[in-house]
Every structure is written in C-alpha cells, then in structure tokens.
T-cell receptor
Framework: EDQVTQSPEALRLQEGESSSLNCSYT??????LFWYRQDPGKGPEFLFT???AGEEKEKERLKATLTKKESFLHITAPKPEDSATYLC???????????FGTGTRLKVLA | NAGVTQTPKFQVLKTGQSMTLQCAQD?????MSWYRQDPGMGLRLIHY???????DQGEVPNGYNVSRSTTEDFPLRLLSAAPSQTSVYFC??????????????FGEGSWLTVV
C-alpha cells in the first residue's frame, strides 16, 4: 500500500538556522514526488516536483532532493516568512491517485 | 489566470441538509479531484475524474457524489450532511497522463461546518 510519512511533525527554528524536513515514501513505482507549502487558511501552493533518485531542485532558500526511499526539503538560512506547513505527496505508477503526508509545521522565529 | 476556483469559501449546514461545493478550473486540465483535510489526517482523496464523463472513488468517498459534464467543472455533492463531514475541502487539477507525474494545483479551499 502506498504510504507517505513526514517528519518531524513540527519544527521551530531561529532565523538563519538551517534544517531539513523529511518525507519517506513507499510506492510500487514512483511517478512523481511533490512538495507543497500551505499557509493557514489557504490551499497548498506548489513548490517542486521530483521524478527520479538523485534529482535536486532549488527555489530561493529551499532545496529538494530525492532518493529511492525518501525526499528532503532543505531550508537554508530561513526567514520568518518561511513559516508554514510543508506537505509531501507521491503519485504511484498505474494510478491517478496522489497520496499526501500529514505535513511538517515549520515556525521560524525572528 | 484564475487557476482553480472554489465556492463557497465558508458554509454552515444542518445535519441532513444537502449542498454542492463548486469547483472550476481554466487551465484545460483533464484531471480534477476533491480532497478533505482534517487535523492530523492530512489530505485525503474523496473522488477524482480523468475527463468529462469519467469519475472514480478515492480513499473516503462515502457520503459524497460527483459528476463531470464539462472539462472545466467538477462539483462535489453532499447528499445528507453529517457532523463527520465537517472539514476543509480542496479541489485540485492537473494535466492527465497515466505515465506522467503531473503536478496538481489546488484551489483556496471551502470550509464546511455541519451542526
């Protein structure tokens, strides 16, 4: 059964304190791993799509990486505006279903 | 570019009432879906559609109906609302293709309370 597990559930960082969020997944055939940012009262906002192990993508202070079993979202020198819930999702081959993790709530303190 | 538009934003229903959550997208996406988001549960798929006239069940379909008469619209109907359906509902869409991992894009959500 497809499964996505995110850790930690919550993370508090000081401004400038770099860290990483983890997304572990189990699928029979990966057709994409997706990272989203969700602010309170808003819909998930797309950040990255990764397709194969070894792939990396960057956007401002965020960098997403992918292995065969997990993905990391690295946050370098975060700012308070990076505070949000970060969601990870996968799509398995042979299905149109996207499976989401429960997210990591990030709080960056000034 | 509007993207995915959901209405209403907020709704309060009494137990047993029916209602329809509307979803429209202007990106000519063939794939559309409905999720509910509950604390500690993440986003769970209710129903999805891969094109006009084609729908299928997701993880939590009971108590909900969908139809897809046009590419643009994918309404979600609650037949007889129950307190357990109190949640935030998100509509999402993407280009389709079983062999591709297309990114899905979300609407802003509909907050539903059933009393």
């Amino acid at each position: 059964e497809d499964q996505v597990t995110q850790s930690p559930e919550a993370l508090r960082l000081q401004e400038g304190e770099s860290s990483s969020l983890n997304c572990s997944y189990t699928v029979s055939g990966l057709r994409g791993l997706f990272w989203y940012r969700q602010d309170p009262g808003k819909g998930p906002e797309f950040l990255f799509t990764l397709y194969s192990a070894g792939e990396e993508k960057e956007k401002e202070r965020l960098k997403a990486t992918l292995t065969k079993k997990e993905s990391f979202l690295h946050i370098t020198a975060p700012k308070p505006e990076d505070s949000a819930t970060y969601l990870c999702a996968v799509r398995d081959s042979g299905t149109y279903k996207y499976i989401f993790g429960t997210g990591t709530r990030l709080k960056v303190l000034a | 570019n509007a993207g995915v538009t959901q209405t209403p934003k907020f709704q309060v229903l009494k137990t047993g009432q029916s209602m329809t959550l509307q979803c429209a997208q202007d990106m000519n996406h063939e794939y559309m879906s409905w999720y509910r988001q509950d604390p500690g549960m993440g986003l769970r798929l209710i129903h999805y559609s891969v094109g006009a006239g084609i729908t299928d069940q997701g993880e939590v379909p009971n108590g909900y109906n969908v139809s897809r008469s046009t590419t643009e619209d994918f309404p979600l109907r609650l037949l007889s609302a129950a307190p357990s359906q109190t949640s935030v509902y998100f509509c999402a869409s993407s280009q389709t293709g079983l062999s591709s991992g297309n990114t899905i894009y979300f609407g802003e959500g509909s907050w539903l309370t059933v009393v």
